[in-house]
């Protein structure tokens, strides 16, 4: 019986595959295009990451730009392919705000003021730049397009009640600046 005990199974050999290496991502854009109103739409959730960026990093607007158009825009992410933002609307969101940072600052501010805030946290702040930026310099844009947009990007963010308050914010915004 002890001998028994003693004897070891037999090992058996397991077979190893080898998983290939994932792909890096790669753009897609042409499998996924989208119509001119997603590309709007995918404009301004990119032009709240480059702010977000730039914020964080430290980073010029120019090379953030750059850097979001050559490695994020129109990629495939875990199976998904995003439609690519409009680069003209990105570029000019994020040059208008630079632009006219001082403009935009002292409406996102007074916007904050009226509703009981003194500041917010970076994200919702590039939110904020990035909406009333739009609400100030494109007028040719209905405002309820600008505002919904902006609610969409900040409802993917987060799920408390920081959508209300973009959204009180920036109608706030389009009240003084469009009437």
Do not use: C
Request: hydrophobic share 40%; glycine share 8%.
């Amino acid at each position: 019986m002890a001998e028994e005990e003693t004897k070891k199974q037999p090992f058996r050999e397991l077979k190893v595959t080898k998983v290939p290496p994932r792909a890096p991502e790669r753009p897609v854009a042409g499998k996924n295009k989208g119509s001119a109103k997603a590309q709007k739409t995918a404009a301004r959730l990119a032009a709240v990451q480059v702010l977000y960026q730039m914020r964080i990093n430290n980073q010029d607007a120019q090379s953030a730009v750059q850097e979001y158009i050559s490695h994020r825009n129109g990629f495939n992410l875990d199976g998904d392919v995003f439609v690519p933002a409009e680069e003209t609307l990105l570029r000019d969101i994020i040059s208008g705000i630079q632009t006219r940072w001082s403009d935009v600052d002292g409406i996102v501010s007074a916007a904050l003021a009226a509703g009981g805030k003194s500041e917010v946290e970076a994200l919702l702040d590039a939110i904020l730049r990035a909406g009333a930026y739009e609400l100030l310099a494109h007028g040719d844009v209905d405002t309820g397009i600008i505002i919904h947009d902006y609610l969409n990007v900040t409802a993917g963010f987060y799920d408390g009640t920081e959508p209300k308050l973009v959204n009180a914010i920036l109608d706030k915004v389009a009240k003084t600046l469009r009437g």
